[in-house]
């Protein structure tokens, strides 16, 4: 199959048919001494500003796509916008010399301009712009997509973004919402003394996660390297060496499942406080998130829906958000008794009465984990801290002082998935490195050596956490499909 679907603008035309006239008009407007594809037009604003704070008989200067158009004879209504918004433009035939109305009349939805004019209200009651003059700044030749459906194939919106855009509202808002989020996420962490930094996308080690990296060759160096599966061993590195409040917003990159909630790219923010702990951490994401939401949203409760469009539940982050033990939530919903059955009881109540399906190949820290994820995770609206989790599961992190079984962790919880860990850092090298030696089992060429010779020349005790901003960005759009919150999602070929 073709990866371009047929977009009829006209009954009986094909794409072809449309691009053919299409192509005709670029030659008769080059052939009024036109250039159809433009040049420089200098903005004094946008269509969402215009509305924003509208008053009458203001000259402004604004570009859009054309993607709306009445002809109304001598009169020419049209509306021209992009992904922030639209605005309705009015143009007549005395307001513009016999060579301007012949090339508007060359111009249709789809097409790029930019218009000089003056704010007006219609007499519907409609804010417009009464156009001056205009300027053609791109001919499309491909037609837009149908003005009342848009793309009716979902797979196509995730393959032709850009049409995606054009044509349907709510996606373009989304993203604009993504940006903001992300603008503000920056903002709320550079107000409070975090320094941005970058650090390694191509590493020879793929650490700070337990995930399968994407692997390719340096062939000026000579050696094997690995797309990133995190930031943090780097970003602790810059803590011994002097950076006490860092962060870094960017990509990482795991070569594993794609699903609606998981794309192989991906974005990620890292934080880390030298002072700090997992307690401050969950401070810190707290205040982050709410604040966010209140500024580009203005609430704090956010409707989910399933893929279906049918509403799943309402999020709402109103503070405080409760914080709760491991143990104790998985005995909530396993029994009060759990933790003192025997392995083989807890794997025959998890089969049998609570109903989860569990591989032989897990162990018991497993099996307790597979219960937490079906019945606690997975069910969870509200925003939750999941506190003190098996060390097992966290080599990087702290033992508890009180129960060194487990870690001081917490796992941010909400909307029926992990959300963000923060940990208590673990910056005894010794510890560290036997942490490290038990994950990777036999396979110890897999453990960050000069890392772990860095923590010897001395890091401060640090909270850190890292929030997954797709899914952040999920929660407040209220997005089902991680596809639907990346602009341009990792998909199959199509055959």
């Known amino acids: 199959m073709s990866d371009t679907q047929p977009v009829n603008n006209a009954p009986g035309s094909s794409e072809e048919e449309l691009i053919a006239v299409r192509r005709e008009k670029v030659d008769k407007i080059r052939a009024l001494g036109v250039n159809p594809y433009g040049g420089r037009f200098d903005v004094t604003t946008n269509a969402a500003e215009i509305k924003a704070d509208f008053a009458e008989g203001k000259q402004v200067k604004l570009i859009g796509r054309i993607i709306g158009l009445r ?43 930019g218009v000089e004019g003056e704010t007006f209200i219609t007499r519907t009651g409609e804010p417009s712009v009464r156009v001056a003059s205009f300027k053609v700044l791109s001919k499309a030749l491909r037609p837009m997509p149908d003005k009342f459906h848009g793309l009716a194939d ?8 850009h049409m995606d855009l054009m044509s349907n509202a709510d996606s373009a808002d989304r993203f604009v919402k993504r940006s903001l989020i ?3 996420v920056r903002k709320y962490l550079t107000d409070r003394g975090f320094l941005e930094v970058e650090t390694p996308m191509l590493q020879d080690v793929a650490g700070g996660a337990a995930a399968k990296p994407f692997e ?13 599966i995190a930031p943090e061993l780097f970003l602790k590195r810059l803590l011994v060496g002097g950076f006490p409040k860092v962060f870094e917003l960017n990509r990482n990159f795991r070569n594993e499942g794609v699903d609606r909630r998981h794309n192989p790219e991906f974005t990620v923010l890292e934080v880390y406080e030298a002072g700090g702990d997992y307690e401050t951490m969950a401070d810190m994401m707290e205040e982050m998130i709410t604040s966010v939401a209140e500024k580009i949203f203005g609430t704090l409760k956010f409707d989910q829906y399933d893929d279906e469009g049918n509403l799943r539940w309402t999020v709402d982050l109103t503070r405080p958000w409760r914080r709760a033990d491991y143990n104790d939530l998985v005995k909530e919903v396993a029994g009060a008794d759990w933790f ?4 083989e009881q807890r794997r025959d109540r998890a089969e049998n009465e609570l109903h989860i399906q569990i591989g032989d190949e897990l162990d018991d820290t497993a099996v307790t984990q597979q219960v937490y994820e079906k019945l606690v995770e997975e069910k969870q609206a509200n925003p939750l801290f999941v506190c003190h989790v098996a060390r097992d599961l966290v080599p990087l992190a702290k033992a508890n002082p009180e129960n060194p079984e487990v870690v001081d962790v917490f796992e941010l919880v909400m909307n029926g998935q992990e959300l963000c860990p923060g940990y208590s850092e673990q910056n005894d090298p010794v510890e560290q490195l036997e942490r490290l030696k038990h994950q990777a089992g036999e396979e110890t060429q897999k453990i960050d050596y000069d890392f772990v010779q860095t923590l010897e020349s001395g890091m401060p005790s640090a909270g850190g ?30 055959g």
């Open 71 to 113: 002809d109304m004879g001598k009169t020419q209504f049209f509306t021209i916008g992009d992904v922030r918004g639209s605005i309705q433009c009015m143009l007549t035939r005395k307001a513009i010399s016999e060579e301007a109305w012949a090339l508007w009349k060359l111009l249709e939805r789809g097409d790029w301009v």
């Open 154 to 161: 979902a797979d196509m919106r995730y393959r032709k973004r």
């Open 182 to 184: 992300i603008q503000e």
């Open 216 to 228: 390719s060759y340096y062939n000026a160096l000579k050696k094997p390297v690995t797309l990133r």
């Open 340 to 343: 003192d059955l025997t392995p």
């Open 465 to 494: 956490i890292g929030i997954g901003i797709d899914r952040l960005c999920m929660l407040l759009t209220g997005a089902s499909s991680i596809r639907d919150i990346i602009l341009f999602p990792q998909l199959k070929n199509r």
